[in-house]
């Protein structure tokens, strides 16, 4: 006991002799001497007895709740006591009533559903991941069931063959005296034979925000080039890609990891499929070399007939790229993907996906937004053009047997076509992959602006002939 609590008992016996001496002098005052002196006598000591056993009863109950709430144990014990009498009051003073346990309802959200008995060469379709499950019976018992999560939902195919089937829900470790009703309680499925299919094997990262924003990674080597997917053909139809999956949390040097493989529809969700190898050694090498680089509008789709692109406005003019210093050194712009297809009037557009070249790890962000300003087509034809030679890696002597220059007219916006000349336009045969002899190849055209359109005049093809 402190010395606080000590005070306070002190106070208390004070306050109680007090009490005893004010009312023993009030009956001095108040007596007089008469025939029963004797008999007032011994009924104030009678009172003194009374009022110190009941101070003395008092101050033992307080020292005990005192000594009863410094003790974590005798608190709980207290605690669990009122409870029992609370509890006791409300069921009517009744044991049978505070023992029994009413009837109610309630509801399991989400409850997985396991599928047994599918034959190995078989797949099943229309199997729900979860269900709800409702349940009716005693409160005490839905409470137990709901806090041990013991209980089970499947689904039973055991014996079913290909087809299209109405199967029912079952469960099990639920308590006897618990109703169980699931939603759906019957599901339709289908079940077809397994095939299996040849896949190339990619990669993709996760984590990427867990790594240091200087870093980038690359990918050295995969263990394997291709796997096997074995599944339902409707799932093997979803495959999208099928990818090793490579962690980078926490990831500061080259490192070596065994990935697990996964196939991925178009929205990026994992489909139920076996493969095979289900897991690859995959190296990478992490580098932190990074530089900035131009942003170059790349159309596709076809511009609506009389316009022209005049020009483009991206939110922002540069990227960050990030790689091996030898792989990028030579990129100096990324491509930005523009649909142009049937534009007439200037438009905006958001989240225009960067192209994102096979030598760069990453870059600091995926997509900008645009304007595309959309201005009246002319068109302008240039004579005498030379036909040039590319790929040429053998060294041959190449002739053109019909001609050697040719007219190419481009349309686009008058600001642009205005600018242009004859070495603002190459046009070339490409011999790569040709051997001696003579050969009909194809004209193509390259011009300084990637808005403009181009069509060649004179011929489409031209012939060759090559010699050592």
């Known amino acids: 006991m402190n010395k606080k609590d000590s005070s306070r008992h002190d106070s208390t016996t004070d306050f109680f002799l007090k009490f005893i001496n004010k009312e023993k002098s009030e009956e001095d005052k108040k007596s007089k001497p008469n025939n029963h002196r004797g008999i007032s006598e011994e009924y104030t000591s009678t009172k003194e007895k009374f009022a110190k056993a009941l101070f003395k009863m008092i101050n033992l109950l307080n020292t005990t709740f005192d000594k009863m709430l410094q003790s974590n144990l005798s608190i709980k014990i207290l605690s669990f006591l009122l409870a029992v009498v609370l509890l006791f009051t409300v069921s009517g003073g009744s044991l049978e009533s505070l023992f ?181 050694d995959v190296d990478c090498s992490v580098s932190s070399y990074s530089k900035k680089v131009s942003l170059e509008p790349e159309f596709t789709g076809t511009i609506a007939s009389g316009f022209a692109v005049e020009k483009v406005d991206f939110s922002k003019s540069q990227v960050r790229i990030y790689g091996d210093a030898a792989n990028i050194k030579d990129i100096d712009s990324v491509k930005v993907l523009i649909d142009v297809n049937n534009l007439s009037s200037t438009q905006s557009f958001k989240d225009l996906k960067l192209v994102k070249d096979s030598n760069v790890n990453k870059m600091s962000f995926a997509s900008v937004d645009g304007t595309v300003t959309i201005t009246n087509a002319i068109s302008k034809a240039f004579s005498d053009l030379p036909i040039h030679v590319k790929n040429n890696n053998q060294k041959y002597q ?44 194809p004209l193509s055209v390259e011009l300084s602006d990637k808005s403009l359109n181009y069509q060649i005049d004179d011929i489409q093809n031209v012939s060759i002939l090559i010699k050592k």
């Open 398 to 441: 190449v002739s053109f047997l019909n001609t050697k220059a040719v007219q190419v007219t481009v349309t686009g916006a008058e600001s642009k076509v205005n600018k242009l000349t004859n070495n603002d336009i190459t046009v070339y045969v490409d011999v790569e992959n040709l051997k001696r002899g003579r050969h009909l190849v």
């Open 100 to 280: 029994s346990t009413p009837n109610g309802g309630d509801y399991i959200k989400s409850v997985p559903v396991a599928i047994e008995g599918l034959q190995d060469d078989y797949d099943v379709a229309g199997v729900p991941e979860t269900v709800n499950v409702g349940l009716i019976g005693p409160s005490l018992d839905i409470y137990s069931t709901k806090l041990t999560k013991n209980y089970e939902v499947y689904v039973d195919l055991s014996g079913l063959g290909e087809g299209e089937q109405t199967v029912e829900l079952k469960s099990r470790n639920f308590p006897d005296s618990v109703e169980v009703m699931m939603v759906p309680q019957t599901i339709t499925v289908t079940i077809t034979r397994k095939v299996t299919k040849t896949f190339d094997l990619n990669y993709r990262f996760i984590n990427e925000d867990k790594i240091d924003s200087k870093y980038s990674v690359s990918v050295n080597s995969l263990e394997h080039d291709k796997v096997e997917v074995r599944g339902s053909q409707d799932n093997i139809d979803k495959i999208y890609s099928v990818d090793a999956v490579i962690d980078l949390k926490g990831i500061t040097d080259s490192f070596s990891q065994k990935c697990k493989v996964k196939a991925y529809d178009r929205s990026g969700k994992v489909l139920n499929v076996k493969i095979i190898p289900s897991s690859v």
